[in-house]
């Protein structure tokens, strides 16, 4: 089944520690989101990837950091400069062309910090 | 800078009735617009688009409109239905494919049976 797929669900991690989210599609979509879900804020864009090795900002880059080392995969890095990562952090991909321009998520991480 | 405003945080309706959900946004270079549903925990679905050569498009029971020179569009679900209740997101993006997808800040319908 095609589909996008972030690990692990929830994600725990103590003060001044990175911890890195996994995101994986095999959709063969281009294009890659990070966004971010806290309540009454809606979705954030942290980062996106419209190509294998590039990426660009979002509204909401600081304190985080991406790669995109192959098509299929876009981890996101919080680190420990991110002041406030505790949040439900959602991926998405997209492919292209006009019969391809919905966004598919995956079901999300929530990461707490304790 | 909320490019994408969804300005009702919540909307209340009785089954069998129509829904509306509303949306407002300011970049004049948005031309494709997205709703997705989502429930707690999960990640979002899409429902449904419209691109800004449109000013309607329908699947179902869900019609998007889009008025451009308001810079306005809205989702109407009819009937609503019980399964209905969820957060919906508008999100708009600039070009066909892989440009940056912004959401609003969504709006929680709630049917009541």
């Known amino acids: 089944d095609g589909g996008i797929t972030q690990s692990p669900k929830y994600l725990f991690r103590k003060e001044g520690q990175n911890v890195t989210l996994s995101c994986e599609q095999n959709?063969?979509?281009?294009?890659m989101y990070w966004y971010r879900q806290d309540p009454g804020q809606g979705l954030r864009l942290i980062y996106y990837?419209?190509?294998?090795?590039?990426?660009q900002k979002g509204d909401i880059a600081e304190g985080y950091s991406v790669s995109r080392e192959k098509k299929e995969s876009f981890p996101l890095t919080v680190t420990s400069a991110q002041k406030n990562p505790t949040a439900f952090y959602l991926c998405?991909?997209?492919?292209?062309?006009?019969?391809?321009?919905?966004?598919?998520f995956g079901q999300g991480t929530r990461l707490t910090v304790v | 800078d909320q490019q994408v405003k969804q300005n009702s945080p919540s909307l209340s309706v009785q089954e069998g009735r129509i829904s509306i959900l509303n949306c407002d946004y300011t970049?004049?270079?948005?031309?494709?617009f997205l709703w997705y549903k989502k429930y707690p925990a999960e990640g979002p679905t899409f429902l449904i688009s419209?691109?800004?050569?449109?000013d309607k498009n329908e699947d179902g029971r869900f019609t998007v409109f889009l008025n451009k020179s308001a810079k306005h569009l809205s989702l109407h679900i009819v009937p609503s239905q019980p399964g209905d209740s969820a957060v919906y997101f508008c999100?708009?993006?600039?070009?066909?494919?892989?440009?940056?997808?912004?959401f609003g800040t969504g709006t929680r319908l709630t049917i009541i049976p």
């Open positions: 959709l063969n979509h281009d294009a």
């Open positions: 419209i691109s800004s050569i449109k």
């Open positions: 990837s419209q190509i294998v090795n590039d990426f």
């Open positions: 970049n004049s270079m948005f031309d494709y």
């Open positions: 998405a991909s997209r492919g292209r062309g006009p019969s391809n321009t919905e966004a598919f």
């Open positions: 999100a708009a993006s600039s070009n066909f494919g892989n440009e940056k997808l912004t």
